[in-house]
């Protein structure tokens, strides 16, 4: 399972790659597809080095010490040495709606944020399954193929949006083949624009859901808890559709369960697995090592 996760996130990834080379292609040929490569290796050079301050900052966390939350700290520390993992940094998110997010350029440079939420209404099992999932998504360092992915994806929305601008002002004035702007370019031009964008957000999220049955499968693992994960799971999705988070969307794929409380959109569009789905998943892990 865990092979077949990572051989659908590289193949992903990779179509998600020349479908930005694609678009810069089409809006200016040869140089759009070179601008596009350099826009995504700045975006992303932006991206790694301060995603953590973003995703922290449009959550509201804040970092807390072992005297602050003693709990909490000896359970992620406790886990982290068991995966050999740096410690990360703990943070607290002053939020009634229950839910986790880890985020860091890579291990030594990790956090995991939780709501108040969730350390009230989960039991100290289920805390640790749900901090051993965190943990995965640090191991497989999900945070930064998630960071690449969206940044990758926004480099096509702004593409895009850029060969709006060049359909108005005159057609794409830099490709490299002879053909004129006539009727057939521009019907092509706005279905590229249109369709571009909407592909790189099916590929974003598909990815982002590929990362989250990796990271349940990592944290049962680490916890030796499947069962509680998936008990975890069941309670934050029943309480988060009652009591959702104030987050930004852009913010959503973050969390263990998505904080907007879901709903109204099909499965293509899911940020997430649906949660019966991961517990099918979680509770089948338990009872083969039963």
Do not use: C
Request: glycine fraction near 8%; charged fraction near 15%; aromatic fraction near 8%.
């Amino acid at each position: 399972m865990a092979s077949n996760n990572m051989f659908k996130t590289v193949f992903l990834l990779t179509a998600l790659t020349v479908l930005m080379l694609l678009i810069g292609r089409f809006v200016a040929g040869t140089n759009g597809m070179i601008f596009a490569f350099v826009l995504a290796l700045g975006l992303n050079f932006f991206s790694y080095w301060f995603s953590d301050k973003i995703a922290l900052k449009m959550a509201g966390a804040h970092e807390v010490s072992e005297a602050e939350a003693p709990d909490l700290h000896s359970i992620v520390n406790s886990l982290a040495m068991y995966a050999r993992l740096p410690r990360p940094r703990v943070y607290m998110i002053d939020s009634d709606s229950p839910n986790a997010f880890a985020t860091g350029r890579d291990p030594s440079h990790a956090a995991i944020a939780v709501t108040r939420g969730i350390v009230a209404i989960l039991s100290r099992d289920e805390l640790e399954a749900v901090l051993s999932h965190e943990l995965g998504h640090v191991r497989n360092r999900d945070t930064l193929i998630m960071t690449v992915t969206a940044t990758v994806a926004g480099a096509i929305t702004m593409i895009a949006q850029m060969a709006q601008w060049a359909l108005i002002f005159g057609g794409f004035g830099g490709r490299d083949d002879d053909r004129g702007g006539g009727i057939g370019d521009l019907a092509v031009g706005l279905l590229m624009i249109i369709l571009a964008p909407i592909a790189a957000t099916i590929i974003q999220l598909a990815i982002s859901r590929a990362r989250e049955f990796e990271a349940d499968a990592t944290g049962a693992r680490l916890s030796g808890h499947p069962l509680e994960l998936a008990n975890a799971l069941e309670k934050l999705e029943a309480t988060v559709k009652v009591r959702p988070m104030q987050v930004p969307e852009a913010a959503a794929h973050l969390f263990i369960v998505n904080p907007l409380g879901g709903g109204g959109w099909v499965n293509l569009f899911r940020t997430h697995p649906t949660t019966e789905e991961r517990v099918a998943r979680l509770r089948a892990m338990a009872y083969q090592v039963a």
